[in-house]
């Protein structure tokens, strides 16, 4: 007789009551959005336009548009009556896990903030942990070198660990840092988390256990863009003064094309009135996203514009800071760093100039000098976080 193979262990996902509350309530905008995109269709096809030219205004009347409202009229009832059901729910004090985290950080990605503007609790508030904890809970002995991480989009703090291996952890162990990790909901503009970035740092550096020798931020993906804009905005900020260094990974200075692509999808759909509705869905994609088009560091960078149609690389120069040591790294999937297809592949996400700061126009370039860069080949742009020779270089320029 064949024995039984061995079960295969699942990967746990232990949710709370309110994450279940905040996933009620984001099935419901679901709901309520595609009955919206649903209804337009329905009102573009009994409008019959052409197949070219701009969408019908208005909405179906008549007894089609009274079954459309109480679609959406009922939706909205069954919500908070769910709403209420899980908010009679007791707290849940379990501790969280990293598949929980994992989960919450990637929906903050895609959808952050109308997670955060409806007041979802599954919107994550920005703070600084270490070990997924508050850090002044987790700090064991705090040094005067101290060392600041800002994950990358729809990622969290924790998944600064990649096979075994945290920059943070081994530069604490080998020079003497002690890394603090910023948890941030990456759906959120740009500026707007750096804005919330350089408050906490000015809380951290003030109320650390020890006088603060230097402060060193370390940034991966849209994380070197936060802290770009925390830079900026905070830089009459008392913290600035211990600000020694910046390193970023992997960080789309100037926009990732991905994001570039899901415009020209809108665009696409827009073209017909058909087809015009469906759009509304791919622009559902949060201000996080849409910030990465061209690398936006301010407000002026998206205020008083349509995010989702913005076509212009018109954002206001934002320099480096004076004084603060800057270095890059750069992944490029091809099997060498030079060469045109080693330029275009970059590291499946970001291509290399725009890693590198390097941009036509000279009050956009970075100009950082080239013993300050490293380019990594074939690598993509999560090896950044692990790559035996990427963490030998920010050891030799953090000595």
Same mark, same amino acid.
């Given at each position: ?38 209804e ?6 009994a ?10 205004a ?10 459309? !409202?109480? /679609?959406r009229a009922?939706? #909205?009832?069954?919500?908070?009556? &769910? *709403?209420? =059901?899980? +908010?009679?729910? %007791? ?12 989960f ?83 759906? !959120?503009? /740009?500026?707007?988390?750096? #804005?919330a970035?350089?408050?906490? &740092? *000015?809380e =951290?550096? +003030?109320?650390? %256990? ?9 940034g ?48 696409a ?27 936006n ?9 349509? !995010? ?11 320099? &480096?800071?004076?004084?603060? +040591?800057t ?14 297809h ?58």
């Amino acid at each position: 007789m064949t024995p039984n193979p061995p079960a295969v262990p699942r990967a746990r996902l232990p949710l709370r009551a309110a994450d279940l509350r905040g996933l009620s309530r984001l099935g419901v905008d679901a709901v309520v959005g595609v009955t919206d995109v649903v209804e337009a269709m329905h009102h573009t096809i009994a409008s019959v336009p052409g197949i070219v030219g701009p969408a019908p205004a208005g909405r179906p009347s008549g007894i089609t548009g009274f079954v459309y !409202r109480t /679609v959406r009229a009922t939706t #909205r009832t069954v919500g908070r009556g &769910l *709403d209420a =059901l899980w +908010a009679a729910v %007791p707290f849940d004090t379990t501790a969280s896990t990293p598949e929980r985290e994992a989960f919450v950080a990637a929906l903050n990605g895609v959808w952050g903030d109308h997670l955060a503007d409806t007041g979802n609790p599954l919107a994550i508030t920005v703070s600084l942990r270490v070990g997924g904890r508050p850090y002044r809970e987790a700090l064991a002995t705090p040094t005067g070198r101290l060392l600041v991480l800002v994950h990358g989009l729809a990622m969290n703090d924790l998944q600064w660990t990649r096979r075994g291996h945290d920059h943070g952890q081994a530069l604490a162990r080998d020079l003497g840092f002690s890394p603090v990790y910023l948890h941030y909901n990456s759906g !959120r503009h /740009v500026s707007q988390n750096g #804005r919330a970035f350089a408050e906490l &740092l *000015d809380e =951290l550096v +003030a109320g650390w %256990p020890v006088p603060v020798e230097e402060l060193v931020i370390l940034g991966h993906s849209l994380g070197g863009l936060v802290a770009r804009s925390a830079c900026h905005l905070g830089a009459a900020r008392p913290w600035m003064k211990a600000l020694s260094r910046l390193v970023f990974l992997g960080t789309p200075h100037h926009g990732a094309p991905l994001e570039r692509g899901g415009r020209l999808v809108d665009a696409a759909l827009g073209l017909s009135p058909y087809a015009a509705p469906l759009a509304r869905l791919g622009k559902a994609r949060s201000a996080g996203i849409t910030d990465l088009r061209f690398g936006n560091l301010q407000d002026a960078d998206w205020q008083h514009r349509d !995010r989702h149609s913005q076509t212009r690389d018109d954002r206001a120069p934002t320099p &480096l800071p004076a004084g603060v +040591a800057t270095y890059l790294v750069a992944a490029t999937k091809a099997g060498r760093p030079i060469g045109l297809h080693g330029a275009t592949a970059g590291d499946g996400l970001v291509p290399l100039a725009s890693a590198l700061g390097e941009h036509r126009s000279p009050a956009l370039a970075l100009k950082v000098p080239a013993s300050h860069r490293l380019v990594v080949a074939s690598a993509n742009h999560w090896d950044l976080l692990d790559r035996p020779e990427v963490y030998r270089k920010l050891r030799s320029w953090l000595r």
